[in-house]
């Protein structure tokens, strides 16, 4: 402890040029910060080092978002010295939670997606394998939501104003990145006709180190950002001509392209600085791979044994035109060999079925921007057509028929013609990777079945599935010590890596003491929650009510909707006096909502609306209470996901490709209420379906619904409760004065056709709900499914999911000496 006291006081002076004395709790958790990092670098070098040694296969996962959070608490976990840094800090008069809030989270990503990759990371760190995260360090991350009037106003996130203690810059090692320009032709020594690419601009990108480190293993991982960087310090035309200004707005110009995180989530927004943000992190990313395979190899043909790259969706999938380029343009390989190397290289993890998050680039943008990669993507395209039409023809292809076979050209080509000839980057990323996964068993059969049919029929191994899962040492070690300490109490600590551990508690929820036990854990961190709100919002909670949340992006699919419906629905049966059973209950919602999707915003502001009528409302605000959490974020996720009890996981079934709130949820004991989608339905099996809140029409009866003929009017004219809340929600009831201000609400669920079936699951989810209410009234069985819950959900942990990415998509081992746990 005297150490890193010494060595917390000693970065106060030197490094970040303060008085010790002036105690800045800035300063000291800047210090602290960089005396961890201090501990962690060693050990960063040594893994890197053992890397070449052993001559490892690496595994580079390239993701344009990663949602790592808040670094302090998680890192002085894995190094096992949080206690250490506890007294160490109150010793110099600080306490470690007040530092710890010092931190901006770092919010590099929208949402699942940006956090499953974080989640990846830590797992890879704390297995062993040789894992690189790759992505962009942008200036500005998702940005800070704050709700005014009831609606969603979004301000910049300016997280680095402050530094990063965690990052190491690299401002030595650049890597050139192009774009636009020509390509001319030549023909080789062979005959052979070859290109080269003469690019108009280039841009330079910058390495930002930040450690990753495994669970008390020594093995630390590298998050490698990128950081665009002007080639031009400034014009000296520009310069001698007096026009300064002129002079540096170009290096304004090229530093622009990693300055913002795109908030979009599932809409793509195809714009030509987001391609440009793909291109310049994919071959940043290629380059950096290959010159370190390059230390130890000649041949191009080893680049399957010794990398595997997996696609983090479809964002980063122009780098299978990157590297055909590398190979054809500068290592003169065949095509064929160089595609071989693609194909035995890439992997692609697609996130989504909803065909608006697809990501397509138009042609003219691409032939401006990268001229030789539209041809080779012509290129790749024109092969595999001939590939489809040999496998259509053939006997093999058993369901495949020939006749049909301009169609499925039509459907499967890279190329798609309208309403703008683009680029399919799905269809690319299949062609190129040699497996694609969906991330739940229901996604991955609904992408085999429906959305990528015809490339199940051509290549029937190809796709597979690798449910997601989430690292237990933020998601319950760190994040809810309270309920670590007590299952630690009583089977050791060894679930942290090896979450099947917990089944050892199934026989604890027979205890009564023990569930006592448990219950106090819950009313801690209850409690914790409560001080926050108040400290946040100045609103006080009552702990004695159920704590009922729904915390995710803003998303008509997600059904923020239903969720409302039923408070309204709760808020009027307990003022016409018709709920005297009513469980009291405080019900949470928090997310953001892309700026740009008026839908999701307009949502918010119902939900604001909702609850500043309900909690105004003395008839109703002890039983029931409504709070909308803003500016959801990873580090509010771990407060508010240890102090929930029930889960709100209501997609429209089929929708929800995984979820992974509802894996975080249901291993910190809350109860699920929940439709047959996504990752719930393995928690519902392996947990035990009657241990969850299960509602609604499953994905092929909605299908069947919608063939017959859905009609929301029905529903609506034939249930009262349902139409009293619609005609409030569209009335003024919620906005006084603002007669219509829910209407387009309204009218998209009963005019517009209702895509996401709110209206058909209404009634069931009122019934799950009120079963919910009973339940929690009998504390005893309530907790004894809590335990249960969270017992269950070993298979849910990222150390399963990268454990069988390694296996069976990267043939990864993890290194010698670290597979079981403790490093050399
Ligand atoms: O919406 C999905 C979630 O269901 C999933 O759990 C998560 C991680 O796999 O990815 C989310 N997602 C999908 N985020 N962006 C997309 C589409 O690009």
């Given amino acids: 402890m005297e150490g890193l006291k010494k060595d917390v006081i000693r970065h106060v002076v030197s490094s970040l040029g303060s008085d010790y004395a002036s105690k800045s709790a800035y300063n000291y958790y800047n210090a602290l910060a960089l005396a961890v990092r201090d501990r962690l670098i060693d050990n960063w070098i040594k893994t890197q080092r053992s890397y070449y040694d052993e001559k490892a296969k690496r595994v580079y996962y390239l993701s344009l978002e990663y949602l790592p959070g808040k670094s302090l608490m998680n890192n002085l976990h894995c190094l096992g010295i949080y206690e250490t840094a506890r007294k160490a800090m ?76 965690w990052a190491y810059e690299r401002g030595q090692h650049l890597f050139p990145v192009r774009f636009f320009g020509e390509v001319k032709n030549w023909t080789d020594e062979y005959g052979r006709l070859r290109h080269t690419w003469t690019a108009g601009d280039t841009v330079l990108a910058m390495p930002c180190d930040m450690l990753v480190p495994g669970w008390d293993n020594h093995h630390v991982i590298n998050m490698r950002l990128w950081s665009a960087r002007s080639d031009v310090e400034f014009d000296l035309d520009f310069f001698n001509t007096g026009n300064y200004l002129g002079a540096v707005e170009e290096k304004i110009f090229d530093e622009k392209i990693s300055k913002v995180l795109y908030p979009s989530d599932q809409i793509e927004e195809g714009r030509e600085l987001r391609l440009k943000q ?95 990669h539209m041809q080779i993507i012509y290129e790749i395209n024109a092969r595999f057509l001939r590939e489809v039409e040999r496998v259509a023809r053939s006997e093999d292809c058993g369901q495949l028929c020939h006749r049909d076979l301009d169609h499925l050209k039509q459907r499967v080509s890279l190329i798609q013609e309208r309403p703008i000839k683009s680029v399919r980057m799905a269809h690319l990323a299949i062609i190129g990777s040699h497996s694609v996964n969906g991330v739940a068993a229901l996604h991955t059969e609904l992408l085999k079945a429906r959305v990528f049919d015809d490339f199940q029929r051509l290549y029937p191994q190809k796709i597979n599935n690798k449910t997601n899962g989430v690292t237990p040492r933020r998601w319950l070690w760190s994040a809810n010590q309270p309920l670590s300490r007590l299952i630690a109490s009583h089977i050791g600590t060894g679930f942290v890596r090896n979450l099947d551990e917990l089944t050892q508690l199934e026989p604890l929820a027979a205890d009564p003491a023990f569930r006592e036990a448990w219950r106090a854990a819950k009313l801690e961190n209850k409690q914790r929650l409560q001080a926050y709100i108040k400290r946040k919002l100045m609103r006080e909670l009552h702990t004695e009510h159920l704590f009922d949340v ?75 209470q409504v709070v909308y959490l803003p500016n959801y974020c990873v580090s509010q996720a771990e407060r508010v996901i240890p102090a929930t009890e029930l889960s709100e996981q209501i997609s429209t079934a089929g929708m929800e490709a995984s979820g992974t709130g509802n894996m975080k949820f249901a291993l910190n004991g809350a109860l699920t209420i929940g439709t047959w989608d996504g990752a719930t339905i393995e928690m519902a099996q392996a947990i035990g379906p009657e241990l969850l809140f299960i509602f609604g029409m499953r994905e092929d009866e909605l299908v069947s619904l919608r063939q017959h003929g859905y009609n929301p009017m029905l529903y609506y004219h034939g249930d009262e409760e349902l139409r009293e809340a619609l005609d ?56 004894r499914r809590s335990i249960l819950n969270a017992a269950r959900m070993g298979f849910f942990s990222s150390d399963r999911a990268i454990s069988q990415y390694a296996r069976e998509i990267w043939d990864v081992a993890p290194m010698a000496g670290l597979q079981n746990g403790k490093g050399a």
């Fill in 90 to 165: 109150s010793d110099l008069g600080f306490s470690l939670e007040d530092l710890a809030e010092q931190e901006w989270d770092a919010g590099l990503g929208n949402g699942g997606l940006g956090r499953l990759a974080s989640c990846f990371l830590d797992s890879m760190a704390t297995l062993g394998i040789p894992g690189y995260g790759y992505g962009i360090r942008y200036d500005y991350g998702i940005f800070h939501q704050v709700i005014e009037d009831g609606k969603q106003v979004e301000q910049a996130d300016n997280w680095m104003r402050v530094g990063n203690p």
């Fill in 278 to 372: 793909q291109y310049f992190f994919v071959t940043a990313t290629i380059q950096d791979i290959l010159r370190r395979f390059r230390k130890k190899h000649q041949d191009m043909t080893e680049l399957p044994q010794s990398v595997a790259i997996q696609l983090n969706d479809t964002h980063p999938a122009i780098a299978i035109a990157e590297l055909m380029r590398i190979l054809l343009d500068e290592d003169l390989l065949d095509w064929e060999v160089a595609w071989d190397i693609c194909v035995s290289t890439f992997a692609y993890t697609n996130h989504t079925i909803l065909p608006e998050a697809l990501e397509t680039w138009p042609v003219s943008l691409l032939e401006r921007m990268l001229p030789r």
């Fill in 550 to 624: 729904h915390i995710k992006r803003i998303h008509e699919y997600k059904r923020q909707v239903l969720n409302l419906l039923h408070v309204v629905t709760a808020y009027n049966r307990l003022r016409h006096g018709q709920a005297a059973d009513f469980t009291p209950r405080t019900v949470f919602f928090g997310g953001k909502a892309a700026p740009s999707y008026f839908m999701a915003k307009r949502i918010i502001h119902a939900i604001n609306a909702v609850a500043a009528t309900v909690n105004a409302d003395s008839r109703v605000n002890d039983k029931l």
């Fill in 728 to 783: 409030m929600l569209r009335s003024d009831a919620f906005s006084p004065g603002q007669h219509g201000l829910f209407a387009p609400l309204v009218d998209n669920l009963l005019h517009g056709g209702d895509r996401f079936f709110v209206l058909a699951d209404y009634r069931q989810y009122l019934g799950a709900q009120q079963d919910v209410g009973r339940l929690y009234l009998d504390q005893e069985e309530w907790t």
